[in-house]
């Protein structure tokens, strides 16, 4: 079994109190940060550590903190990201649910690191029972002086609140976010300016990752290079991988990042294989939005490698044979799954989610959820399937926030892997409602770079 | 929870007022704008629903223009805007719940308190709706009921028989946490 360092002591009972929290070692990061290091070294060890940010889009963190504008006399905000709502993911929930004072923890530490003395932990409206969780967590800390005024006599002052937002997955986006937060609908803004430059109430502003904030806590209790230690390359670390669909043992897992695909999805130590005896048929990730890939690209790149937990070996093959880490929302599909049903489900989920500033992705994702839905329900044409990959083009990279391509993704990738069901369901229509394709030829020894449809 | 008609006055009490208060505290002077949505929640928790005349008392409240409590409120799809039933069964529908039965879990809904997705049971108890993706994917299918919004996961039918029962005898036992 890997290091454990965000879940360590998730299931000691009560370590959702201080007290446990506490016993266990808990606020020595704060300790060690407000006494003995100054915020600039703090941002310092982030950067050394390599973290990347967990929420999606793996940009590291340390480097984010430093673009971070400090103008005399204009305070500065930390925003925590905890809006969750990629299909898939589920670990933040997990983590703020079982080990809330982590995340309090690492939100005293990067406050004191960028200099913000308010800081909001925004949360999807949704997590209700999380939000009084963390509350609850908050007095405590409070109550131990370690919020508030003159943290441990550091002269560092920092009060912390918690924010619903209202059911909104396009809040998940950084400048939504901030935009909800201050009490508007949740619509991207146009960039720039940066949030670091002009975030929260137009003053310069980091958005980060529950997950990302949590881990700057092993990272200054045990230093950037213990945890640069684990994991490869630029993928160092571990990283919470939140398991569901066909599995075994779904779950959330802290893997050290670098382990086999194969390994996280069979072993008995990580989800134990596809249930009920099934093969597997497909895997989502890295959340919804990133490319779906055959159980054969899954297992082992184009090249023949083992895929690796990664962010660099997940990408392997670009877009062509490969995929993102994502947000780590890892889905798996068996044999008996229905990729066409399953695109126009995320389809939906898109077209339902646009906020509808911009023209590709809101009619986009509607042309997109209608066709899909004709191909599923057998009305479908062959030239549909051109349709969409046509569509998923004009809204991929021509809009204002990442969400058109998050769209667009699922769609383009489930034709490039999958083209065969998509037609099977426009030539047997009536068996198509009747049954559901199955594993076909996906599970086949690995295609050569030439049998694979080309990349759109 | 009290709840009120579509024409009736809304009259916050002291109590919600003082939690508005403290709420508003929270953010820079002259930013009240920024307790729109947890105020909403309040609201919603208290009588079931954000009337327009609640959305009304609430830009005065905050003194917001009323539009720009509506445009919030009908952007984000927790608020409910008209009447519901008073437990609201919130079922995930998105990916990975339905490849491992959200689709059979609320057929099963409709069909136990025979009313379709958005209506109100004639005894005023229930009403459902398909939600999207609620982040307990590896626990799925599932589904959350406000004002507290406590999740039920790994359902069954059996499960869903067990919940709707032990809600008509309001004997609902704490469920777990998370
Ligand atoms: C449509 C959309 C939804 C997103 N949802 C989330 C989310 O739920 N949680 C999150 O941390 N980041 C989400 N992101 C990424 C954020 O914009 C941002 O990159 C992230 O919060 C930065 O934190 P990190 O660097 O710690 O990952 C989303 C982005 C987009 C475009
Ligand atoms: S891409 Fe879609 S969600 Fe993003 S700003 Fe444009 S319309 Fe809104
Ligand atoms: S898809 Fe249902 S909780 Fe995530």
Known sequence: MGRKLLLEHINVPGINSFEVYRQKGGYRAVEKALKTLTPDEVVEEVKKSGLRGRGGAGFPTGMKWSFLAKPDGVPRYLVCNGDESEPGTFKDRYLMTHIPHLLIEGMIVSSFALGANTSYIYLRGEMMPQIRILEKAIAEAKNAGFLGKNILGSGFDLELYVQPGGGAYICGEETALIESLEGKRGNPRIKPPFPAISGLYNCPTVVNNVESIAATVPIINDGADEYAKIGIGRSTGTKLISASGNLNRPGVYEIELGIPVEEFIYSDQYCGGIANGKRLKAVVAGGSSVPILPANLILKTINGDNRLMTYESLADGGFASGTMLGSGGFVAYDEDQCIVRNTWNFSRFYHHESCGQCSPCREGTGWMEKVLHRLEYGHGKLSDIDLLVDVSKKIEGNTICPLGDAAAWPVASAIRHFRDEFEWHVTHPKEAMERNYGLANYADPLPKPEDLHPVN | ?178
């Open chain 2, 1 to 178: 929870m009290l709840k009120i008609s579509d024409t009736e006055d809304v009259i916050f009490s002291p109590e919600l007022l003082s939690k508005f208060a403290e709420i508003v505290s929270r953010y820079p002077e002259g930013r009240q704008k920024s307790a729109l949505l947890p105020i909403l929640h309040l609201v919603q928790a208290q009588y079931g629903w954000v009337s327009s005349i609640a959305m009304d008392k609430v830009a005065d409240y905050l003194e917001l223009k009323p539009i720009e409590v509506y445009e919030v409120a009908t952007f984000y799809t927790m608020f409910f805007l008209k009447p519901q039933g008073k437990y609201v069964l919130e079922v995930c529908r998105t990916g990975p719940c339905s490849i491992v039965g959200a689709e059979r879990i609320m057929k099963y809904i409709e069909n136990k308190l025979q009313v379709k997705e958005g209506e109100v049971t004639e005894d005023g108890l229930f009403s459902w709706r398909g939600v999207e993706c609620l982040a307990a994917c590896g626990m799925a299918p599932v589904l959350q009921i406000g004002p507290d919004y406590t999740y039920y996961e790994n359902l069954t039918e059996a499960k869903i028989d067990e919940l709707i029962d032990s809600l008509r005898l309001k004997t609902v036992d704490k469920p777990q946490i998370n």
